[in-house]
């Protein structure tokens, strides 16, 4: 058993000698392969580095060839500006040089033909003095042989001069009273109509409310409505204001553009017709009565054209369409308190009054006339002057030159090229100056309301504004998804000081913001 034990113990530890040794000799021969690997690896890697190098020397050197050829070919074209530098400059110095002798010589010429007139100064000198001691000798011979003495020569030859001139004043005259009874007639006409287009008096008033008779008291609370909603929707769809006092059955419409008064004439008379006045008819109402008033614009045009063109020798007028329609607008338009329509045909019957006197062809000047404002009808929509805008209108409708200078000439801005268009001016003079005809108090009263509606337009987000109670108050209608509650505030105070920037002295002016929110569904 022991000797088993010992085998065992002896097996074990020859196993683990040879174990050792074999493990020995494994990483003996192992650290010598690598040895040589990495001998193999340094070799191989200074032979790349020694290539590198080799590559980069060659790289460099060629490099500092092209710079040495750069810096070169740079240096020469350097030194080649530089030359050419120096050839311009002694180009200059010698055209300084030339200029300097051209100079010199001109001065030496100067000086030379100064010298030649003081020279011929004293010879001028001496022949004068030579001359009139010759003339007064032929003067004492000429009177010795002639027998008259220098007075009695000039009073004769005086006398001569007069008979020939005479002649020649004679011939002239009668040459101009050839020419004049040549062109009499057009000298005639020309002095008429300078003339009466010196004829000017200005005078007028103008009234800016309508009344409507009410058939009852009672119908005044209707207007006014539940805490005044019905009043306050028809002065923001209309744009005027509704006047309710103590006068018995009457309600007064008050505003400046006269469209809005036509308007809500025809809307309130709708609404006290039919007895039912709430906003929602109200809104029906006032959009009924603008759709007739627009129907109504091209009768007034078609009827001012037939009553002008029934006046003219050859018969009714054949105008554009076009042109009918903005006669038709020229009903609801005023110039200073005149009705610009009225205006119109006053100017035409004037024109074929004046056309026919002298000779003229009346049925031309009758249309000039006619047409003569029609660009009033659009000088909120155009640039320009009405006279100018009328001729352009007239050109782009089909009428001729001879009617269009005579409306762009009505306010002197272009030349008329017929006397029929040089009678524009005066007839327009006559008619303003009609006795109630115009005033300026009004038309300045109808620019400042209509200025200030234009100012609160001025501000996003404002749907309508409307200057009420003779500009002391301008109602301003902004849509609720642009404008909230506290930017409402804040326009009314930038329109104040707006307003109160361009019409300083012009009192209190209150600036009413007014946002609605409405919502609107349908139950089916």
Same mark, same amino acid.
């Given at each position: ?5 010992? +085998?065992?113990? +002896? ?160 011939? &002239? ?82 505003? +400046? ?58 018969? &009714? ?138 100012? &609160? ?27 909230? %509650? ?34 609107? %569904?349908?139950?089916?």
């Amino acid at each position: 058993m022991e000797e088993d034990l010992l +085998f065992l113990a +002896f097996t074990f530890l020859f196993g683990a000698l040879f174990s050792a040794c074999s493990l020995l000799i494994y990483q003996k021969v192992k650290l010598g392969g690598f040895k040589e690997i990495g001998d193999s690896i340094i070799k191989a890697a200074e032979e790349r580095a020694q290539k590198r190098f080799d590559e980069n020397e060659e790289r460099i050197k060629s490099r500092l060839d092209e710079e040495r050829t750069k810096l070169e070919d740079r240096l020469h074209k350097e030194l080649k500006k530089i030359k050419e530098r120096e050839d311009q400059i002694a180009h200059r110095e010698e055209k300084i040089a030339s200029r300097s002798q051209q100079i010199e010589k001109k001065s030496q010429e100067t000086e030379r033909k100064e010298a030649a007139l003081k020279d011929l100064e004293l010879t001028l000198h001496q022949l004068k003095a030579d001359l009139q001691h010759k003339e007064k000798k032929l003067l004492e011979q000429l009177e010795k042989s002639a027998h008259l003495s220098l007075v009695d020569a000039q009073a004769q030859l005086l006398e001569e001069a007069k008979a020939s001139i005479h002649t020649d004043l004679e011939k &002239a005259l009668m040459e101009a009273q050839q020419t004049l009874k040549a062109s009499e007639d057009a000298l005639a006409k020309k002095t008429i109509v300078t003339a009466i287009g010196r004829m000017a008096r200005p005078l007028a008033s103008e009234c800016t409310v309508n009344t409507i008779a009410l058939p009852s008291d009672e119908m005044k609370g209707r207007i006014i409505g539940k805490e005044g909603r019905n009043i306050r929707a028809l002065e923001r769809e209309l744009g005027v204001t509704i006047l309710l006092d103590e006068t018995p059955k009457a309600l007064v419409i008050s505003g +400046f553009d006269p469209y809005r008064m036509h308007v809500a004439k025809e809307a309130i008379k709708e609404l006290i017709r039919d007895g039912r006045i709430h906003p929602t008819k109200i809104e029906e109402a006032a959009k009924a009565a603008r759709d007739k008033t627009d129907a109504n614009i091209k009768t007034w045009g078609q009827e001012a054209a037939a009553e002008a063109g029934a006046w003219a020798e050859a018969g &009714a007028f054949n105008l554009h369409p076009e042109l009918t329609h903005l006669l038709g607008r020229l009903k609801l338009r005023y110039s200073m308190g005149q009705n610009v329509l009225d205006h119109s045909l006053e100017v035409s019957h004037l024109m074929g009054l004046m056309a026919s006197e002298l000779g003229l062809d009346v049925k031309l000047a009758k249309r000039i006339g006619l047409l003569h404002d029609m660009g009033k009808a659009v000088t909120h929509e155009m640039d320009g002057s009405h006279a100018m805008i009328g001729y352009r209108l007239a050109l782009q409708y089909g009428e001729g030159e001879d009617v269009a200078s005579g409306i762009g000439a009505h306010h002197q801005e272009m030349e008329p090229i017929t006397w029929e268009g040089a009678l524009t001016a005066a007839a327009d003079t006559l008619s303003a100056a009609r006795p109630g005809a115009r005033t300026e108090a009004a038309h300045d009263y109808v620019k400042r309301l209509g200025r200030l509606e234009e100012i &609160a337009k001025t501000f996003a987000g404002v749907e309508k504004a409307y200057a009420l109670q003779a500009g002391r108050e301008i109602h301003v209608f902004v849509e609720p998804d642009k404008v909230s %509650d506290e930017g409402a505030i804040a326009l009314s105070r930038e329109i104040s000081k707006k307003v109160s920037a361009e019409y300083p002295l012009q009192g209190k002016v209150k600036v009413s913001v007014i946002r609605e929110q409405r919502v609107i %569904d349908y139950a089916l």
